[in-house]
């Protein structure tokens, strides 16, 4: 079964300061990968997604991500964070029609 | 075109009870998948429905739950004799052909269990 690690429970981070939230899975067979945002007592809102193409992949809110095949990673980025982008982070791979989910990272800004 | 709905957002039982929660998929889309969130963790699958079909349970704890996906009408995952244990945020998530990247969630139906 696939299994997706995020590593940092919580990261806290001033505000414009970059921010880059680590994911790793399990198995690169045929994976399709995602980065979800929630906010308290809110639904999954997608960032960004890759399917194929280029491993560079650009979300909303700035947001980008990187898919690297050989280290099984797709780490999120923002180069200059707001106190908005507070919340809960979530890395999900797809395969075989099911979700798999990380932990979550909980990403606090600090003013 | 209105998202996947859930209802309702929040819902609260005693032990012992029954809990129905509701999801309305996106329109056109006849794909549905169920999955659990207990607090400080990630969603875990549970259940993926066609209409009138169950395509894949594994996730589905084996007593108590059910999930149906009818003809016409909502999604249903129903709950039976309620524990404190099942207090969670329920997330529905709905796809046109079940193919990849196609999931689009809900809002999700929080339950507490009393």
């Known amino acids: 079964a696939q299994s997706v690690t995020q590593l940092d429970s919580q990261v806290p981070v001033f505000e414009e300061a970059p921010v880059e939230l680590r994911c790793n899975y399990s198995?690169?067979?045929?994976?399709?990968l995602f980065w979800y945002v929630q906010y308290p007592n809110q639904g999954l809102q997608l960032l960004l997604k890759y399917l194929s193409g280029s491993t560079l992949v650009k979300g909303i809110n700035g947001f980008e991500a990187e898919f690297n095949k050989s280290q099984t990673s797709f780490h999120l980025r923002k180069p200059s964070v707001h106190i908005s982008d507070t919340a809960e982070y979530f890395c999900a791979v797809e395969t075989g029609n099911q979700f798999y989910f990380g932990t979550g990272t909980s990403l606090t800004v600090i003013p | 075109n209105a998202g996947v709905m859930q209802n309702p957002r929040h819902l609260v039982r005693r032990r012992g009870q029954e809990a129905r929660l509701r999801c309305s998929p996106m329109k056109g889309h006849s794909h549905v998948y169920w999955y659990r969130q207990l607090p400080e963790e990630g969603l875990k699958f549970m259940v993926y429905l066609q209409k009138e079909n169950i395509i894949d349970e594994s996730g589905m704890p084996k007593e108590r739950f059910s999930a149906e996906f009818p003809k016409e009408g909502p999604s249903i995952l129903r709950i039976q004799q309620v524990v404190r244990g099942d207090s969670a945020a329920y997330f529905c998530?709905?796809?046109?052909?079940?193919?990849?990247?196609?999931?689009?969630f809900g809002p999700g139906t929080r339950l507490t269990v009393t």
């Open positions: 998530a709905s796809s046109p052909r079940g193919g990849p990247g196609e999931q689009y």
């Open positions: 198995s690169s067979v045929s994976v399709y």
